[in-house]
């Protein structure tokens, strides 16, 4: 018996469908590193930003956003330094900066410093032109490739804005803060910080230290 002719035109239609769906396959498989020689595929790791010591964290430079210059957060070495992570686009960041130029208009005469590094994936322009909006009285700067190596350094985890870290003043991590500072919390860890005494200590506790003012 003669088959039909439209048999061939089957055969190719689905050896067609076979390399189709053997190419959509290979586009969805996940990526693997080199074939090893028994021939299992081994998966490529992500690699996580290898932290910086504690030593590299401190020193590690960024520009100044109000000045040429660049710094590090041993330029402050001797005051309680808190450091502020933030953003433009962040709206907790925006509502928190009138707590720390509180902070730093309160107790920078006892030794505090605040210090803020901006985390946009923008220019240094555009942040600047944010800053020349608002009133800030303490020192910014901009964030590069090195912030989350940095804040790892310092034994934190920048997976979200704000974020905020606490050094005494021989430059060692006190505290760090995910999220936005609570204003009676900021209060209590800034004053026990200044006084040598643990950051839990509640404000009832802590003695006001000269130049600060008791609440």
Known sequence: ????????IILLLLVAAGAAGFGVYQWLAPTTGPTPANGTPVAQAVTAPVPMSPQEALNA??????????HTLN?????????NFWA??????????PLLV??????SASGLQVVGIATDETS?????????????NYPMLMGDEKVDRMVAGFGGNLIGLPFSLLLDRNGHVIKLTAGELDPKDADA??????AGLPVSASPAATEP???TTAK
């Open 1 to 8: 018996m003669q088959a039909p002719r439209s048999l061939p």
């Open 189 to 194: 860890m800034v004053r026990a910080a200044l």
């Open 102 to 107: 509180r902070l730093q208009a309160q107790y």
């Open 88 to 97: 433009t686009w962040c709206a907790p960041c925006r509502e928190e900066i």
């Open 124 to 136: 240094t322009k555009d942040v600047k032109d944010y800053l020349s909006k608002m009133v800030v």
């Open 209 to 211: 230290t000269p130049g």
């Open 75 to 83: 330029d402050w070495h001797g005051k309680v330094v808190l450091v």
């Open 61 to 70: 430079k960024f520009d100044g956003l109000s000045d040429s210059s660049s």
